[in-house]
T-cell receptor
């Protein structure tokens, strides 16, 4: 079985500061990895995904994530956050060969002026 | 990105009644869609996978007779919570799959059963 752990339920940060949202997963099979963002009253939007190839993945809105197989991690980073980045962020895995997504519990990123 | 709508966004009902939640893909057609449930401070849990024109495949522990899924067309799916009870109160989210590993999510429906 697969599982996803997002240890930080909330991450407060000041505007223009860097941020890292942590994601670890466990799986006995190879997986694809995803980060989604959810703004208030909106559906989840895909930020980025890792399927294969380069372990550093760049996404929308200046976010990037690095797949680390040995540490089973897929942490999300942004060098300088904006107020508009305030949202809920979900890490997810999908076992290769399936369409299913298994989500973490989410991290609330709160950016302060 | 693609747009998926859900209706209603919020619903409050009495225990024992049935509630229907509608999920529409507004700008693409999809054979496969998913229904999720989210409890407060918990992750999204996949309830079922639905292919248009076929019976839905439910995840372990999800009662198919309580959560009826109708995927009538390539752009519309409904989830009916039958004989709802307070423990069914939750946030229900749908998604349509446009291509492999590419899902587009609705904004969710908050169900409160009194």
């Amino acid at each position: 079985a697969q599982s996803v752990t997002q240890l930080d339920s909330q991450v407060p940060v000041f505007e223009e500061a860097p941020v890292e949202l942590r994601c670890n997963y466990s799986s006995s099979v190879s997986v694809y990895l995803f980060w989604y963002v959810q703004y208030p009253n909106q559906g989840l939007q895909l930020l980025l995904k890792y399927l294969s190839g380069s372990t550093l993945v760049k996404g929308i809105n200046g976010f990037e994530a690095e797949f680390n197989k040995s540490q089973t991690s897929f942490h999300l980073r942004k060098p300088s956050v904006h107020i508009s980045d305030t949202a809920e962020y979900f890490c997810a895995v999908s076992p290769s060969g399936t369409d299913k997504l298994i989500f973490g519990t989410g991290t609330r990123l709160q950016v302060f002026p | 990105g693609a747009v998926v709508s859900q209706h209603p966004s919020r619903v409050i009902c009495k225990s024992g009644t049935s509630v229907k939640i509608e999920c529409r893909s507004l700008d693409f057609q999809a054979t496969t869609m998913f229904w999720y449930r989210q409890f407060p401070k918990k992750s999204l849990m996949l309830m079922a996978t639905s292919n248009e024109g076929s019976k839905a495949t439910y995840e372990q522990g999800v009662e198919k007779d309580k959560f009826l899924i109708n995927h009538a067309s390539l752009t519309l799916s409904t989830l009916t919570v039958t004989s709802a009870h307070p423990e069914d109160s939750s946030f229900y989210i749908c998604s349509f799959q446009r291509s492999y590993n590419e899902q587009f999510f609705g904004p969710g429906t908050r169900l409160t059963v009194l």
